[in-house]
């Protein structure tokens, strides 16, 4: 289920240069809620679309990172900021929507905007469902669609093409906070509000835990 703007030779190099270098200001703007979101996680961690590595920051020194990383121009920044911070880091270059683990065999999964970009947000949350022990902790923070004819929601539907060709197959108007709300975790944890900085389209976000 790998999308076809992925892995391309000239976007997947820009976009992984792209995500190390806006690491900082990614901090900037989600780092507060991603070290509440992250507190207390187990040893071993399970990250979707792991990228460059963005998360690590927020994990304990000597944290197992199981990174699904299906796109292989984040590989090499990924390895790097596993060594920056201290992770131990195993990559499987496979799909979100395509888990080679075990059910029921992971405490503690994460995703940070990722659920815009897969080919089938609700295979991949099946999955993340399916991979976890009961509960165990899915947390994320995701980009969604703008209220309905709201100026956001206009905006993000005239970039919607040439921010999903150039991000590699992010949708800017995506309702994940509708499909999580419908896979049916035994709890749900999520707040819906707008991060407000100059990537305008993903002003509207949600955050929050989900248990199975
Ligand atoms: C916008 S980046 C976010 C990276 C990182 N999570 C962060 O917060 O900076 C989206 C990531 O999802 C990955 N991705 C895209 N499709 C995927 C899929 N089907 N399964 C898993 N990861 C995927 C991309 O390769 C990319 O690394």
């Known amino acids: 289920m790998e999308n076809k703007f992925q892995n391309n030779a000239i976007r997947g190099p820009i976009n992984a240069f792209f995500f190390k270098m806006i690491s900082g200001y990614m901090d900037i703007l989600f780092g507060n809620s991603k070290r509440k979101l992250f507190k207390n996680h187990p040893e071993t961690v399970i990250e979707i679309g792991a990228g460059t590595g963005a998360n690590m920051r927020y994990l304990k020194v000597g944290t197992k990172l199981i990174a699904i990383e299906p796109n292989i121009h984040m590989h090499a ?26 059910d029921n065999s992971c405490d503690f999964v994460v995703s940070t ?31 969604v669609k703008a209220r309905d004819n709201s100026m ?61």
């Open 77 to 102: 920044n990924l390895k790097k900021s596993a060594v920056k911070y201290g992770i131990h880091l195993e990559i499987k270059e496979v799909v979100g929507e395509s888990i080679d683990l075990p």
């Open 113 to 143: 905007l990722v659920l815009c970009t897969v080919s089938s947000p609700m295979a991949c949350i099946n999955q993340i469902k399916r991979i976890l022990k009961p509960s165990g902790v899915f947390i994320f923070i995701e980009h």
């Open 152 to 212: 956001l929601a206009f905006i993000q539907n005239l970039i919607h093409k040439p921010w999903h060709w150039f991000f590699e197959g992010c949708h800017t108007n995506r309702d994940t906070k509708q499909l999580l709300e419908s896979v049916g975790f035994n709890k749900l944890e999520l707040e819906t509000y707008n991060s407000y900085s100059p990537f305008i389209p993903i002003i509207p976000q949600i955050r929050g835990r989900a248990v199975k």
